[in-house]
């Protein structure tokens, strides 16, 4: 069946750090993948996403490759703000599931000043 | 634009009340919502799947007789929990998508925090 997993947390990084959160998943066909991310007692935003082999997905620094052929999906920011300390999802809708989100566990990300 | 919102954004009540929670989208219509429940530091879970003028479609697991849902029309789907008890305690987030719009993409709403003593 279709799957996303990701890398484990809690993930604790100091201000101006590199950040890396992988993500894999597993599908049928061609999914569209997302990353989603949710700050304390709030709902979730749509951070990024790519709908087909090698787009990149990009938006306030963050950004995520779509490789096919890896089946991944790996979040990266150059240089983490504290502002960025949440909880990043990576969900893939499969092809034909009528819209369904699948979602990773979530990784919690701590930035520290 | 895309903007969902969920009324109320917390509630608590009594072990044995039922508690209705509304998903609006704002400003597109939206033939298809969905609502999910997320336990603490865990993963959004998908309960159904409510589609507008039809019945919901219920994940495997999910009682369709203690969670209704009911999608009248193209802006608002409602949650209702019946006879509440505490395990129901949990965050219940609900999502649309645009009608004729991507197919892939959801738009959440703030979510709802209920606490059932």
């Known amino acids: 069946g279709n799957s996303v997993t990701q890398m484990e947390g809690p993930v604790t990084l100091s201000e101006e750090a590199f950040l890396t959160i992988n993500c894999t998943y597993t599908?049928?066909?061609?999914?569209?993948l997302f990353w989603y991310v949710q700050y304390p007692g709030e709902g979730l935003q749509l951070l990024l996403k790519?709908?087909?082999?090698?787009d990149k997905g990009s938006n306030k620094g963050f950004e995520a490759t779509y490789r096919k052929e890896t089946t991944s999906f790996h979040l990266e920011k150059g240089s983490v703000q504290v502002s960025d300390s949440a909880v990043y999802f990576c969900a893939l809708v499969a092809q034909d599931q009528g819209g369904k989100l699948i979602f990773g566990q979530g990784t919690e990300l701590s930035v520290k000043p | 634009g895309a903007v969902v919102s969920q009324h109320p954004s917390w509630v608590i009540c009594k072990s044995g009340t039922s508690v209705k929670i509304e998903c609006r989208s704002l400003?597109?219509?939206?033939?298809?919502m969905f609502w999910y429940r997320q336990f603490p530091k865990q993963s959004l879970m998908l309960m159904a799947t409510s589609n507008e003028g039809s019945k919901a479609t219920y994940e495997q697991g999910v009682e369709k007789d203690k969670f209704l849902i009911n999608h009248a029309s193209l802006t608002l789907s409602t949650l209702t929990v019946t006879s509440a008890h505490p395990e129901d305690s949990s965050f219940y987030i609900c999502?649309?998508?645009?009608?004729?719009?991507?197919?892939?993409?959801?738009?959440f709403g703030p979510g709802t925090r209920l606490t059932v003593l």
């Open positions: 999502s649309a998508i645009i009608s004729g719009g991507l197919h892939n993409e959801q738009f």
């Open positions: 599908a049928t066909g061609y999914p569209s």
């Open positions: 400003d597109f219509q939206a033939t298809t």
């Open positions: 790519a709908t087909k082999a090698d």
